[in-house]
């Protein structure tokens, strides 16, 4: 397992949501290893692509902007060796606002995609970016990927699809699909700009400006956290590793941590910021899935993947980022 | 539990897909309880809509040829008390042939039926047709409601989000949504033009015909029937019940049966045909789930229901009805 990241060197790659938070981390990385990147964004409004998030690398990687939905995927899939596939909505609450919307970003694209790779390039090996929303409120903890499926919001279902496309283009096509179901992942490069894409950006937003925090409920609940250059590495793992085809894997944090705690950490460390806890709005209390933390063992088991950095240190990274940075995202 | 039938004695209620198999048959227990049916089915070609279906009943229901993707949904659903949603694309070889209409019956369509529920009439009851097929290849057996979900084709994936679609409504707006997971339904109205709809239909064609039948693989894959006037019941159950809120419920057989002896069991009842093992085209291996039968508890220990009708004589009125009826299905 040990050799993956030179597996990139020189290798055709082409990466979907590639100016969003983690596809621009990802295309960084794929880059300093040397692979030859071509980065496809549709830059919808509002979704977290940011060409800032390529900045320094305009000259090492290929940007491509478009909507997967059309024949211009059949082109650009044409040679590439790996596909990450990262384009996605992802905000919950928009995902009840405007159900149709979700569907067609993600269901219809990733049909959209997977059709030009049968098409054009069946012997491409696919990452799908997947997520801990399929399981909805936790029957039990940790969660491992035999849990059941109880999404509890639009976007929940629609990322189900997604994953489910890729499996069943891997067992009746052979494409060499596999899905990483993310927990929440922070870093830098993530959209911070409004509220509607998860709670970990919002906050740090709000402690980078030193505007106080609003925790709902009573901030007991307990998540896992991946720092982004964690979740880097499962992409790249699996994106050269056989051993994923065909297969569904969770990622997981260090340890899980109740809100509260995350918010005092990143207060504590920002050396600004205050929280109050006020009760959860009604329409995000319906979608809300309590505590949740993942069963990692199988993509360790698997592909030697588990997270490195610790929460305390990606935090303090994440922070001196948006401090340099935050122009570009505000 | 036994008063479930007289619920619907001047009721408002609305079936989708009205014109198709097991939607005719209930719109026909419908009107014979004394509710005021509004039949609403789009004809699309293919798909088993088929005005014969109401025969007798043209002036007992109100047919309302309709897309439901549509603002017309929105007109249609007012006033209605019980939505029974049966509107669906069925074919799982054509699911995979072409991913994207798929798409747009067993998802776009369910959520424009829900918009127009939550936007115009959130008080009412909706009884959704879900199936088996979201199990895929089964791990165990019976197959249970908690069973993990693999769905091994498109339609069966599309048919998990319309299902779920209808659960996160109801824990989201409160609709009184439920799914019924059928397994293989047989009976009269079935769709007997082509063999793209299941095996069933296709085999009581090929029996009444008097011609060979062809059947995959070894003929012992184990399977689970219900006659259709079984299934009507237990939509009657429930959208009549309020246990039925929330929840999935298996329907299931009364005992698994190998296709081999299915079709042997039609051959004798119909006095004619053959049958000879071919192996299995690709394109349906690919797809095909093995063994498969339910786990009906649920269903009967909340609801009370379970299958009533023997195989044999299910089979021996599905035949007779061909006969005195093939002139309008072939």
Redo the contacts between chains.
């Keep these: 397992m040990s050799d993956y990241r030179d597996y990139y060197r020189g290798r055709k790659v082409l990466v979907t949501g590639a100016l969003g938070f983690i596809g621009s981390n990802l295309c960084r990385s794929l880059a300093d290893l040397g692979a030859d990147v071509l980065a496809v964004d549709s830059l919808l409004p509002d979704y977290g692509g940011n060409l800032f998030n390529l900045s320094g690398y305009e000259d090492k990687v290929h940007i491509n902007v478009a909507d997967v939905r059309g024949h211009g995927i059949e082109y650009l899939v044409q040679g590439q060796e790996v596909l990450f596939n990262l384009a996605g909505q992802v905000s919950h609450i928009d995902s009840?606002n405007d159900?149709?919307t979700d569907?067609e970003i993600n269901?219809?694209s990733q049909?959209w995609i997977l059709?030009a790779l049968r098409k054009r390039n069946p012997a491409a090996k696919v990452v799908y970016a997947g997520t801990r929303q399929v399981y909805g409120k936790p029957r039990t903890l940790p969660v491992n990927e035999?849990h059941?499926?109880?999404?509890?919001?639009?976007n929940?279902?629609?990322k189900?699809?997604g994953e489910?496309?890729h499996?069943?283009y891997h067992?009746?096509y052979g494409i060499r699909a596999c899905s990483l179901r993310l927990t929440n992942t922070y870093g830098p490069r993530q959209l911070i700009r409004h509220n509607r894409q998860g709670f970990i950006g919002w906050f740090m937003r709000q402690v980078t400006l030193g505007e106080p925090i609003q925790l709902f409920g009573d901030g007991t609940q307990k998540r896992d956290f991946d720092y982004v250059d964690d979740v880097v590495d499962a992409f790249l793992r699996a994106g050269a590793m056989p051993e994923a085809d065909g297969q569904i894997f969770n990622l997981g944090g260090e340890a899980p941590v109740s809100l509260r705690s995350l918010v005092e950490m990143m207060i504590e460390l920002a050396g600004q910021g205050s929280y109050s806890l006020v009760p959860f709005p009604p329409e995000r209390k319906?979608?809300d899935i309590g505590d949740f933390w993942a069963d990692s063992s199988k993509i360790e088991r698997t592909l030697g993947w588990r997270p490195r950095l610790p929460l305390r240190e990606g935090l303090q990274r994440t922070i001196d980022y948006y401090r340099q940075h935050k122009d570009h995202y505000l």
Tied chains: 1, 2.
Excluded: K, Q
């Excluded at 059941?148 to 639009?154: H, K, M, S």
């Design positions: 009840m159900p149709f569907l269901c219809r049909l059709e035999d059941l499926l109880t999404p509890t919001d639009v929940g279902i629609n189900i699809s489910f496309y499996l069943v067992s009746v319906a979608i």
